[in-house]
């Protein structure tokens, strides 16, 4: 008779236990979700975006800014400083000029006169004023620069009309408007009925009305 190394309930007791596991598995497998979603590694997204592969990482590059030039020109030629005016003073010296020596001239031959006197006050050899060049050496009876000067008569204007006009005249001249091109650089007129020893010496311009001009 061959005897077994357990009997008939050790087995049947193995067999529902066996039963029961096979059971709880298929309970548990049967439970689980058909499409469950995959699990993120919440890390990996963290440290590593989705966009990190697609586009290369952004690195700060200081843009060089562009200046403005500034041009030099400007600087080597700078705006000239306006002179100040002239005295109303030294523009009457310049109107009595005008009116005592050149009144029964035409315009032209008045602004003639006048330059001739602004381009002394503008020479190193005469006086710095207007009025320093109109009355140069009026102390020297009939020998200073302009006869009106040291002639003896009186100095007083008569012909309103006419000192209205050599006024006018001045403040245009001052102001540089209307000199005739041809006497810009003249120092020096003598009238035409005249004939100075001086005159030889000088370049001749222009004769205006009655009047001869030279550059000295």
Known sequence: MIRFPFDGRD???SARISTVAVLVAATSVASMPLNRPMVTDLQVDLVLPPTAYLLPPVIDVAVPVA???VPSVPYLNPPAIPEPPIAEKQVACLAKAIYFEARGEP?????AVARVIMNRVASKA???????VVYQNHTRRNACQFSFAC?????VVREKSAWSRAK???KDVVE???VPAAIFTATHYHA??????????LRRLSKIGNHIFYAG
């Not at 315009?107 to 602004?111: F, L, N, T």
């Not at 005469?126 to 320093?132: A, D, E, L, Q, S």
């Not at 002639?151 to 100095?155: F, I, L, P």
């Not at 035409?192 to 010496?201: C, E, F, L, N, Q």
């Open 168 to 170: 006018s005249v001045a």
């Open 176 to 178: 540089g408007r209307g």
């Open 11 to 13: 087995f049947m007791r």
């Open 126 to 132: 005469y006086p710095n004023t207007i009025c320093g």
């Open 67 to 69: 200046r403005p030039v």
């Open 107 to 111: 315009e032209k031959g008045q602004k």
């Open 151 to 155: 002639d003896g008569h009186s100095d």
């Open 192 to 201: 035409d009925y005249v004939h100075p020893r001086w005159a030889s010496r």
